[in-house]
């Protein structure tokens, strides 16, 4: 084995590395109407507690998409001063726009 084959095999670990990394992004969602669910579960009408009706976000709040489970998108609200929340709360994917 030659004395290149190590280092050859570091640099191409690394391009991998930094090519994951590279497509990993953020990805915000936006509220399709004024009147989103937030949820702290994964269940239809399992409203957060400081979240539920008569409680809104408004369309210019957001949500750092954290995952999808099933019909549900899994995430961080942000409120529309890009600043975070409660922590992890579920939403309906049907009521947001990501991107």
Known sequence: MSREFPILLVFAASALLISAAA??????CFPKDADPQILRSPNVGDYHPDWAPPSGVGTGWSLTKLGRQGNFIKGILNTSHG???TGVIYVLASEWNCG
Do not use: D, G, I
Request: cysteine-free; aromatic content about 12%.
């Open 23 to 28: 497509s990993a992004k953020t990805v915000y």
């Open 83 to 85: 600043n975070p929340t």
